[in-house]
């Protein structure tokens, strides 16, 4: 079992930045892939970014360039540093785990999510 815990989020600026952060309770944090995801009003909800319990990455078209994802396995944590927001990345994001050998775009490959932080994005 494993609890995510998203903070970070708010309101800024177009150009602006934030780094949201991830928690995760559980001794077997580094077993699994985490993801980030987001979902703005009347939207799916679509990959951002992953990356797996060995530190490979993957990207979204719409983070590359801007966004990165780093864990922090003896803290349990892992962040995601967005940069030069867009008012298109208006959403709430949510911190995702499983149990997958590389970061899977598939919401469904996701066995846990947290509950979730919205970040606003003004123009």
């Known amino acids: 079992q494993v609890q995510l815990v998203e903070s970070g989020g708010g309101l800024v600026q177009a150009g602006g930045s934030l780094r949201l952060s991830c928690a995760a309770s559980g001794r077997t944090f580094s077993m699994y892939t985490m993801g980030w995801f987001r979902q703005a009003p009347g939207k799916v909800r679509e990959f951002i970014v992953g990356?797996?319990?060995?530190?490979?990455?993957r990207y979204a078209d719409s983070a590359k360039g801007r966004f990165t994802i780093s864990r922090d396995n003896a803290k349990n944590m892992v962040h995601l540093q967005m940069n030069s927001l867009k008012p298109e990345d208006t959403a709430v994001y949510y911190c995702?785990?499983?149990?997958?050998?590389?970061?899977?775009?598939?919401?469904?490959?996701?066995?846990?999510w947290g509950q979730g932080t919205q970040v606003t994005v003004s123009s």
């Open positions: 995702a785990a499983g149990r997958t050998i590389v970061a899977d775009t598939n919401p469904a490959a996701y066995n846990y």
């Open positions: 990356i797996s319990w060995s530190g490979s990455t």
